[in-house]
């Protein structure tokens, strides 16, 4: 079992915050990406997949029962983000050139489960502002599956990209002796430049 000690909770507890924080934004100024993923990405690169996914999950649930009922039906997303980019970021995918591969990579998984969500759940329509974008498409004639997948595969590639390099750089401002009591000598991770 993973221990859990106050430090990692905090954490926990800053990137829920940043979940909410972003999703809020995105939400209220009608922004075409969701900056909902935020502290999920921050904690799984922090703390490894599995705290990226409790993050991704609270933040979830705390933004569906507050201001956005979508988020909750979205919290698979926010599951695979934080699994899929901690493993991504543990394996050093996100270094140097290969950033952009790695996000299309974790975007892949995760824009296909949101992709669904949001075709058969919703019809393409949810609280996000790319559903304009999906008007457009629609009134363009373009099948409403796949417009749903069109717009959710460049919405969260473009979402993921920021918040990768913004938590990347926000790592690589964390101090080694806090990393180093994070990572318990069982992650073996090394400064990411963006």
Known sequence: MKKLNTLKIAIIGIGIALNIVGA?????LRLPIYLDSLGTIMVSFLLGPFYG??????????????????????????IFTGFLFGVLFKKNIFK?????????IGTIFVSFIGAVITAFVFGGFTSSGSSYI??????????????????????????????TILMIKVVNLVPNSIKQKLYDNNLNHNHIKA
Request: glycine share 8%.
């Open 134 to 163: 999906l008007i457009i498409l629609k009134n363009l004639g373009v099948n409403p599956v796949l417009s749903a997948f069109i717009v959710q595969f460049v919405t969260d590639y473009c979402d993921k990209l920021v918040a």
């Open 24 to 28: 809020f934004i995105a939400l209220n």
């Open 96 to 104: 140097g050139k290969n950033l952009f591969l790695g996000v299309f």
């Open 53 to 78: 996914v409790i993050t991704g999950l609270l933040g979830s649930i705390t933004s569906g029962i507050t201001f956005d009922i979508y988020s909750l039906y979205f919290a698979p997303v926010q």
